[in-house]
């Protein structure tokens, strides 16, 4: 067990729907991560929030958004939903943004949300 | 852009036998390199990471991995496989030199174990 969790483990919806995935980080981490993963494209980086901001985006669709709280869990909002949306949703979380070892670099991934759109 | 190259999307071993799963990264500054493992219907998770402290990094489960500049290379092993091994293996990357933490995954290898 990482200490990152995920809800829900699993959500099937129709195409032009709006989701939201929810991702709680180990206790103490500040930065949350958002990763997808389908057979076609493989594990792709999203979005990164630390303490509540944005720091860095990826591959991200603007028909996706992402959000930090501050109690520091954070929300993947997914609309008009498409087929080729369908993947396995990761979050995983770490001490730090940046910086070396000493920072706790390593990022803890949880279950994911695996997403079907029909 | 750094980016990760995983030789070979399938590897076969017997119990017993060395396992080698080889990657290769691409990076413009000094990388920060991670084995992440996923079972079946699990999430990711570390195996071992190289942070420049030490060439040959030991890692869970009887895992090691070595770090080769000259050959861009971070190739994972172990001595004798065990059938609980079986399964995918992604090789990652990160450009901490840079502040850029979010990693880029090779596109994993998946490591079979036949009795």
């Known amino acids: 067990d990482s200490g990152v969790t995920q809800t829900p483990k699993h959500l099937i919806t129709a195409t032009g729907q709006r989701v939201t995935l929810r991702c709680s980080p180990r206790s103490g981490d500040l930065s949350v991560y958002w990763y997808q993963q389908s057979l076609d494209q493989g594990l792709q980086f999203l979005i990164q929030?630390?303490?509540?901001?944005?720091?860095a985006k990826g591959n991200i669709l603007e028909r996706f958004s992402a959000q930090q709280f501050p109690d520091l869990h954070s929300e993947l909002n997914l609309s008009s939903l498409e087929l080729g949306d369908s993947a396995l949703y990761f979050c995983a979380s770490s001490v730090g943004a940046s910086g070396g070892a000493k920072a706790g670099y390593e990022q803890y991934f949880g279950p994911g949300t695996r997403l079907t759109v029909t | 852009a750094q980016s990760v190259t995983q030789l070979g999307s399938h590897v076969s071993v017997s119990e017993g036998a060395l396992v080698l799963l080889r990657c290769n990264y691409s990076?413009?500054?000094?990388?920060?390199l991670f084995w992440y493992v996923q079972y079946p219907n699990q999430g990711l998770q570390l195996l071992l990471k190289?942070?420049?402290?030490?060439?040959l990094v030991k890692g869970i489960n009887g895992f090691e991995a070595e770090f080769k500049k000259s050959e861009t290379s971070f190739h994972l092993t172990k001595p004798s496989a065990h059938m609980s091994d079986a399964a995918e293996y992604f090789c990652a990357v990160s450009d901490l030199g840079s502040g850029n933490t979010p990693l880029v995954f090779g596109k994993g290898t998946r490591l079979s174990v036949i009795a």
């Open positions: 190289y942070t420049s402290a030490a060439t």
């Open positions: 990076s413009s500054v000094p990388p920060y």
């Open positions: 929030y630390y303490n509540g901001e944005e720091r």
